[in-house]
């Protein structure tokens, strides 16, 4: 049996998808039933509950022989660093309870680095050091995951880029980085979470097909959404924030936002290893977005 955590969202469907079409069993763990129809409709058994508590977590691992585990981000909700961490300790604390023997953990390139005093280092980033820190303590085969930014957060911005015409983020148009669809995160989790192996820690960076720009990614999606004028905007750091928070996002969130990309702008969230066969995943940007009919209606 192997229990998926966030089985309903992209990288953990695809991980029940895949793990199912092998003839797995899966025990597929969300919050709502409604969207775990897809995964019961593959095979896998649903289990409702809230990733926050401890004990729903152990009932959810109990008797598992691996898990998929990552750390739902509402970057809605206030108090985000409180959030992960209350989350991420229930995570690895239900997980040590239960002696699950192999653990895959969707990470992050530069949760290498950590976030620091309010996590000014890497925003959003540093929460997942900690969580790295949390899952190395495991009696374990633990496979941190560290994948590129994913290509599907540029679908947040949808709306707005329909309203404006541009797409505005505070990433330098110039930089280039890992970005990966989530389907190929998702295939990489499948492949550890079936391999055997001794205990002890390994990290595995997903970095998709190729480095790419911001502005690159944008010059391809526009067509797709109808807006074949589409360009990138590189809006100032405080600007930026203001933008977010007009949009809706809690202060600390934004805050958080303009961190994560000042530190892709600073070279603070790379790959550790290079590039190369073992870590570059097949979606190019190009067939990410030939997946993406159904937005552009």
Same mark, same amino acid.
């Given at each position: 049996m192997i229990t998926v955590l966030g089985a309903s969202g992209n990288t953990g469907g695809r991980v029940v998808e895949r793990l199912c079409a092998e003839g797995e069993r899966v025990r597929a763990v969300g919050r709502d039933a409604d969207r775990l129809a897809a995964a019961v409709a593959q095979g896998a058994e649903p289990v409702v509950g809230d990733a926050r508590d401890p004990e729903f977590l152990r009932v959810a691992f109990d008797g598992a022989d691996a898990a998929y585990v990552l750390m739902p981000m509402d970057v809605a909700a206030a108090g985000y660093? +409180? !959030? !992960?961490?209350? =989350? +991420?300790? %229930?995570?690895? +604390? %239900?997980?040590?309870?239960? %002696? @699950? $023997?192999? =653990? =895959?953990?969707?990470s992050s390139l530069g949760a290498d680095v950590p976030g620091g005093p309010d996590l000014e280092a890497t925003g959003y980033l540093g929460t997942l050091h900690d969580q790295e820190g949390r899952l190395r303590t495991l009696d374990a085969a633990v496979t941190l995951l560290r994948p590129g930014m994913f290509l599907e957060s540029f679908l947040f911005a949808v709306d707005a880029m329909r309203g404006h015409g541009v797409h505005a983020d505070s990433i330098d148009p110039q930089v280039s980085l890992p970005m990966v669809a989530t389907r190929d995160v998702g295939d990489v989790a499948a492949e550890e979470l079936r391999r055997t192996g001794p205990q002890g820690v390994v990290v595995r960076e997903v970095l998709g097909a190729a480095d790419v720009t911001v502005p690159d990614v944008v010059a391809a999606l526009g067509p797709a959404l109808g807006l074949p004028d589409l360009t990138y905007v590189r809006v100032p750091d405080e600007e930026m924030v203001g933008v977010l928070r007009e949009a809706g996002m809690p202060a600390d969130g934004a805050r958080l936002h303009v961190a994560m990309n000042r530190a892709f702008n600073e070279g603070r969230v790379a790959s550790l290893a290079g590039r190369g066969a073992?870590?570059? /995943? $097949?979606? /190019? =940007?190009?067939?990410? @977005?030939? /997946?993406?009919t159904a937005v552009a209606r």
């Amino acid at each position: 049996m192997i229990t998926v955590l966030g089985a309903s969202g992209n990288t953990g469907g695809r991980v029940v998808e895949r793990l199912c079409a092998e003839g797995e069993r899966v025990r597929a763990v969300g919050r709502d039933a409604d969207r775990l129809a897809a995964a019961v409709a593959q095979g896998a058994e649903p289990v409702v509950g809230d990733a926050r508590d401890p004990e729903f977590l152990r009932v959810a691992f109990d008797g598992a022989d691996a898990a998929y585990v990552l750390m739902p981000m509402d970057v809605a909700a206030a108090g985000y660093a +409180g !959030q !992960q961490a209350a =989350v +991420g300790t %229930a995570i690895a +604390g %239900a997980l040590a309870a239960t %002696a @699950v $023997p192999r =653990v =895959v953990a969707l990470s992050s390139l530069g949760a290498d680095v950590p976030g620091g005093p309010d996590l000014e280092a890497t925003g959003y980033l540093g929460t997942l050091h900690d969580q790295e820190g949390r899952l190395r303590t495991l009696d374990a085969a633990v496979t941190l995951l560290r994948p590129g930014m994913f290509l599907e957060s540029f679908l947040f911005a949808v709306d707005a880029m329909r309203g404006h015409g541009v797409h505005a983020d505070s990433i330098d148009p110039q930089v280039s980085l890992p970005m990966v669809a989530t389907r190929d995160v998702g295939d990489v989790a499948a492949e550890e979470l079936r391999r055997t192996g001794p205990q002890g820690v390994v990290v595995r960076e997903v970095l998709g097909a190729a480095d790419v720009t911001v502005p690159d990614v944008v010059a391809a999606l526009g067509p797709a959404l109808g807006l074949p004028d589409l360009t990138y905007v590189r809006v100032p750091d405080e600007e930026m924030v203001g933008v977010l928070r007009e949009a809706g996002m809690p202060a600390d969130g934004a805050r958080l936002h303009v961190a994560m990309n000042r530190a892709f702008n600073e070279g603070r969230v790379a790959s550790l290893a290079g590039r190369g066969a073992e870590n570059s /995943t $097949p979606t /190019t =940007v190009g067939d990410w @977005v030939a /997946t993406l009919t159904a937005v552009a209606r």
